[in-house]
């Protein structure tokens, strides 16, 4: 086989809790992840000539080993010891800068990919040490579903699925910088954190509207101003549209509402801000 097709799904975040910060500079965390089939399309391709090429459907993102993608195809490659040549070329649909791990998700399919394609069977311990290497939320984008995400991000513990549901996420125009973010955490005392001990519970007995509560992100409180308020008015606008809850996901900036079904969270009145409707995924491998 030289050839194979992946799809790269999304993640949101349901709860983001960041305990502390690590002599190693990163954070230690404690996230509920959720895969949504919003997905990216990611096609590998073997040559005989050596060398990892890149490419994306967006002139505006990193090509070859700029792209997460390439850096995954690079550390697969050193990993295995194996020279062949790898293309890469990504569909984007997953929106980036959005706290949604589209990066990540690419870079987990290409690792996926190519233990396919080269045949090298890696255990699911080998695979996610070497997402691991590439970023903190690479191992769950390789593992899907629902989990309890500790550690940088990288210590997973699979949780019981979603209960259907729809999910409408609206991504803002700004970004914001994560590691600015950590750091306005950093410098300060968290107030408010998520109750995940809770809402694992309710997870655990499929109590949605519960669920819709207490999602929470400890990010939320330190955005700057405008872009809190630009949050905080997405939010109220899904609530007063029929969501059970409403959060931004990740270091933002896309925000999403979670509804007792697709149909209702298509009837949400539109923003002026690209949005999407998702439904939850259950493990992907
Ligand atoms: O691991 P990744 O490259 O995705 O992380 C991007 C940045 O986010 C890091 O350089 C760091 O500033 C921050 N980060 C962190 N703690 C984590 C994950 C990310 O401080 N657990």
Redesign the pocket.
Known sequence: MRRVRERAYAKLNLTLDVLR?RPD?????EMVMQTVDLYDTVDITLNDVPGIEVGISRDDLPKNLHNLAGKAAAEFLNFVNESVGVSVYITKNIPDKAGMAGG?ADAAAVIRGLDKLLETRLSDKELLELCAKV???VPFCLRGGTALAR???EVLTDLPALPRCGIVIVKPDFSVS??AL?GALDGQEIENRPDTAGFLDLLKAGDLPGMGKKLYNVFEPVLPPPERETVDAIKAHLLRNGALGACMTGTGSAVFGLFPSLEAAKRVKPLPYATFFASPVEKTV
């Open positions: 910060k500079g990163y954070h230690d965390m990540s970023g903190s939320d550690g940088r991000g994560t590691p950590f």
